[in-house]
């Protein structure tokens, strides 16, 4: 193999969520789906709060790379609309999220899952399913 083939199969794409998005996407619908407005439904209602968050996010991640009008970042209103849980709940597990490196904010109260940690959000609640 010539370095220039091994260079093109080890320096990927920035984007990785959508380079996977069909296997991301596939994993996420175990889940949850997320409806045109952007709100995330799950499939399950035995829950964690940290996994109600990762989902919503992950799944508007994977949403804003098939639908341009549904936006990845996910406000603290949506948040507590979407996952029915308290702000100050939320502030902590977002917290927590952002600790780990898996979500940021762009601004004060608005927060998108890391496009390369997608995944991640994703089996850590199917791990917790599990359990």
Same mark, same amino acid.
């Given at each position: 193999?010539?370095?220039?083939?091994?260079?093109?199969?080890?320096?990927?794409?920035?984007?990785?969520?959508?380079?996977?998005?069909?296997? &991301? %996407?596939?994993?996420?619908? !175990?889940?949850?789906?997320? /409806?045109?407005?952007?709100?995330?439904?799950?499939?399950? +209602?035995? @829950?964690?709060?940290?996994?109600?968050?990762?989902?919503?996010?992950?799944?508007?991640? &994977? %949403?804003?790379?098939?639908? !341009?009008?549904?936006?990845? /970042?996910?406000?603290?209103?949506?948040?507590?609309?979407? +996952?029915? @849980?308290?702000?100050?709940?939320?502030?902590?597990?977002?917290?927590?999220?952002?600790?780990?490196?898996?979500?940021?904010?762009?601004?004060?109260?608005?927060?998108?899952?890391?496009?390369?940690?997608?995944?991640?959000?994703?089996?850590?609640?199917?791990?917790?399913?599990?359990?």
């Amino acid at each position: 193999m010539s370095i220039e083939d091994l260079k093109k199969k080890f320096i990927v794409d920035d984007d990785v969520l959508k380079n996977r998005l069909e296997d &991301i %996407a596939t994993k996420a619908l !175990e889940h949850c789906v997320v /409806d045109m407005k952007g709100n995330v439904h799950f499939n399950s +209602s035995n @829950l964690s709060a940290r996994e109600k968050l990762s989902l919503t996010l992950a799944a508007r991640a &994977i %949403a804003s790379q098939m639908d !341009e009008t549904i936006k990845s /970042d996910v406000s603290m209103a949506e948040l507590t609309l979407i +996952s029915g @849980l308290p702000e100050k709940q939320i502030t902590a597990r977002i917290a927590e999220l952002t600790k780990d490196k898996l979500v940021t904010s762009s601004k004060k109260g608005v927060y998108s899952a890391v496009p390369h940690k997608v995944e991640a959000l994703l089996n850590s609640v199917k791990k917790a399913e599990k359990s």
